[in-house]
């Protein structure tokens, strides 16, 4: 099992900046695909950003170009750093990972998610 703490969720006015940090903790074995998603009230959960153990990336249309997400693989933690801020990236931020744990006698796959942090932008 791991466990995943995000932080650095605020208040910002629209054309601000803000960096989340999603901490990874526990036995296991590999951490794969980690990522980000929001959900706003009366809207299903998406994607925002999603990145591989290697490094690949990819976006959300609605934030390409401002919004990077990237991974400290020593620290196992995880970051989305978003910038241009607009009052429609209002939502709570979850992180995800989906990992591998090492058993006796093979693997367990598994995914978790984060309590998430709330993002709002406004004037």
């Known amino acids: 099992q791991v466990q995943l703490v995000e932080s650095g969720g605020g208040l910002v006015q629209p054309g601000g900046s803000l960096r989340l940090s999603c901490a990874a903790s526990?036995?296991?074995?590999?951490?794969?695909?980690m990522g980000w998603y929001r959900q706003a009230p009366g809207k299903q959960r998406e994607l925002v950003a999603g990145?591989?153990?290697?490094?690949?990336?990819n976006y959300a249309d609605s934030v390409k170009g401002r919004f990077t997400i990237s991974r400290d693989n020593a620290n196992n933690t995880l970051y989305l750093q978003m910038n241009s801020l607009k009052p429609e990236d209002t939502a709570v931020y979850y992180c995800?990972?989906?990992?591998?744990?090492?058993?006796?006698?093979?693997?367990?796959?598994?995914?978790?998610w984060g309590q998430g942090t709330q993002v709002t932008v406004s004037s």
């Open positions: 526990g036995s296991v074995f590999r951490i794969n695909t």
């Open positions: 995800n990972a989906d990992y591998q744990e090492l058993l006796l006698h093979g693997f367990f796959s598994g995914s978790s």
């Open positions: 990145i591989t153990s290697d490094g690949s990336t």
